[in-house]
């Protein structure tokens, strides 16, 4: 949609992503002091269709008008990067990073689109930075899919982070928080302590994956306890400063089971995440169905993370890679008609008021002309050529005087009178043929002749819009004597936009 009403202001956003066959939004207020987010909807479109057709249909659900959207991609959408910080100043940091995983990326540097979490300085370990990195094409696809409903996507997350902001939720102070997530996505293992992500791992199984069958799900988790331990080794060894304090397991539905085996195998706490505990679902409640919250975690996350003060986080949107906002924005071209529609249509009644004004003052001096003529006749009538009466002649010639007076005025009424009435007609004519794309600027009269001036969006408004004016009666057989058409700049820079500009002028007459 190439013209966009105006957004929403202050409203709550709503919060989109997709998981294999299905698309999910919610929205969450933002709390109050002391009270937990508000959950005030939740939606989901199950399909089978490519990820951009489930939102589509997904935000033709929502009725969106003009809403604020936040969007999560799909992991295995875009690349989560781990690089050293390079020793550069700050202000360049992040324009360093991109060229230092630009041999990691899976598509050309120029045609990527990256943000990156930096990390609080440590004495003990080299800094290194998480980049998340996405392809250009993707990011303006989804970036221009809602304009449609008059919406922007004004913040595109990653489920990295909003997996730390499900995290921060549960911290306890001063110790470091791990989350080991199982969705229709995939399986993450991240560790946090004060909203710095510093570990990420992913493993091969999902939600779907251990759904198969008890022997596949027993070997998948066996698997999966065995490479925690490795995990949480890892974290004691090179993280020591940050001690673990629980394990927290996101809902799915063998996290029962998953829970016992890591009870028996871990040395620290293990539990499973109790998302009503994170939210206020009084409004909206969440599903019951352990997979369907399984596929609602990240998006939860992402959400409660859109609503943190003074944490870091992923941004992918990039204004950069949308089209330049049209110059001649429908909205105010279609005001700007619907004004000179108005104007022109007053212009015409009080035009027709003041002609009838003149016409009647016409008449009545036709008729006192009339009467003194009459008068003058008469008066002649008693004149004989043998005698002559000085007060008649006198009488006379002050009749006559006064008959011509009354000429003038006739003549000074009738003349505007004529030339108003055909202004009018031409006004009314003008008033009524309008096409979109083609407005006025200039309307003149002068010694019978009519000049007109205008601009187009397009070339071929033009003979549309002479083809209308051509059909209204005023204009009826007009002869126009001379047409100019040239261009005009409007604006500065990168917003200057060339429009058409035409200029007619009509005859002092009609074809015979």
Known sequence: MMFARRRKTGSTPWQLTTQPGMALALRLAAPHAGEKPRLLGLKS????????????????????RGDSLHLLLEPGSYQFLQSEVPQVPAEELKTALRWTV???????LDDTTFDALLPVESAQRAAMAYVAAAPNVLIRARMLMFRPWSSAVEQIGVAETAQRSVADALEESGRATAVLAITPTGCMLTASHAGELFFVRNFDLSCLSLNASESVRRDQFD???????????????????????TLWISPFAHAEE?????????????????LAELVDTRECPLPVN???????????????????????????VNPALLPPKPFFQFRTMSLSVLVVACVLALIAVFIHS????????????????????????????????????????????????????????ESTVLTPASQTAAAGASLGALSAAVVDGVWLRQIEFSNGRLS??????????IPLYLERLQAQ?????????????????????????DALVFKLQSGEGKKP
């Open 45 to 64: 479109d199950e399909s089978a269709h490519p990820p951009a057709e489930r939102l589509e249909a997904l935000a033709a659900g929502l009725g969106l």
């Open 102 to 108: 630009k041999d990691m990326l899976s598509q050309p």
């Open 223 to 245: 698997r999966l306890v065995l490479e925690l331990q490795r995990s949480f080794d890892v974290l004691e060894r090179q993280f020591s400063s940050r001690a673990i304090s």
């Open 258 to 274: 998953l829970l016992g085996l890591l009870v028996e195998s871990l040395y620290l706490p293990v539990r499973i995440i109790n």
């Open 290 to 316: 352990p997979d369907a919250q399984a596929a609602l975690f990240h998006l939860l996350g992402f959400a409660l993370g859109s609503q943190a003060v003074g944490r870091q986080t992923l941004d992918l």
């Open 354 to 409: 003041s002609l009838a004004g003149y016409v009647s003052v016409a008449d009545d001096t036709r008729a006192r002309r009339v009467a003194r003529e009459a008068q003058v006749k008469a008066q002649s009538a008693k004149l004989t050529v043998r005698k002559s009466d000085p007060l008649l002649a006198e009488e006379l010639e002050r009749v006559r005087g006064e008959v011509q007076r009354l000429r003038r005025v």
């Open 452 to 461: 007109v001036e205008g601009y187009a969006t397009q070339a071929e408004r």
């Open 473 to 497: 009666p005023a204009f009826a057989g007009q002869r126009f004597e001379s047409f100019e058409l040239g261009r005009e700049r409007f604006g500065e820079g990168a917003a200057a936009r």
